[in-house]
């Protein structure tokens, strides 16, 4: 599969960081979370308008390999794509990388498709199906 890449500029604030100025461990998934948001934004796929229609979606699994630190004041490109998709859900890959190029950190992100009220995984809806092939 061939998805386009998204490409998110992110800079590292104080409050990103913690005691010693390295990026506390768990904001990794927040700058993650700001790509896949970003991602789907650009192959116009609408977040609000899917909770519009009772579907969201979840993360169900999530792989992280913090390779270097991250530092107070750094330049981040987080780079995202679909690696795959399936009935309910979609594999997003994830890089970080520094504006000098180095590779920081690689993620794998599970997402199922939820039915709000149900709590249950869903089809993905075909207009997202729609707006995945368009964007091979």
């Given at each position: 599969?061939?998805?386009?890449?998204?490409?998110?500029?992110?800079?590292?604030?104080?409050?990103?960081?913690?005691?010693?100025?390295?990026?506390?461990?768990?904001n990794?998934?927040?700058?993650?979370?700001?790509?896949?948001a970003?991602?789907?934004?650009?192959i116009?796929?609408?977040?609000?308008?899917?909770?519009?229609?009772?579907?969201?979606?979840?993360?169900?699994?999530?792989?992280?390999?913090?390779?270097?630190?991250?530092?107070?004041?750094d330049?981040?490109?987080i780079?995202?794509?679909?690696?795959?998709?399936?009935?309910?859900?979609?594999?997003?890959?994830?890089?970080?990388?520094?504006e000098?190029?180095?590779?920081?950190?690689?993620?794998?992100?599970?997402?199922?498709f939820?039915?709000?009220?149900?709590?249950?995984?869903?089809?993905i809806?075909?207009?997202?199906?729609?707006?995945?092939?368009?964007?091979?």
């Amino acid at each position: 599969m061939n998805m386009p890449i998204s490409h998110l500029k992110l800079r590292i604030y104080y409050e990103d960081t913690d005691a010693d100025g390295s990026v506390y461990y768990a904001n990794y998934l927040k700058f993650f979370e700001r790509g896949r948001a970003e991602y789907l934004r650009e192959i116009k796929i609408s977040q609000s308008d899917l909770v519009k229609k009772n579907i969201s979606f979840v993360v169900k699994k999530l792989d992280i390999d913090y390779m270097k630190p991250i530092h107070f004041d750094d330049l981040l490109n987080i780079k995202t794509y679909i690696k795959s998709y399936r009935t309910t859900s979609m594999i997003f890959a994830q890089n970080i990388y520094h504006e000098n190029g180095d590779l920081l950190c690689e993620s794998s992100a599970l997402i199922v498709f939820i039915n709000l009220s149900k709590k249950k995984a869903t089809a993905i809806p075909p207009e997202i199906i729609k707006e995945l092939n368009r964007a091979l």
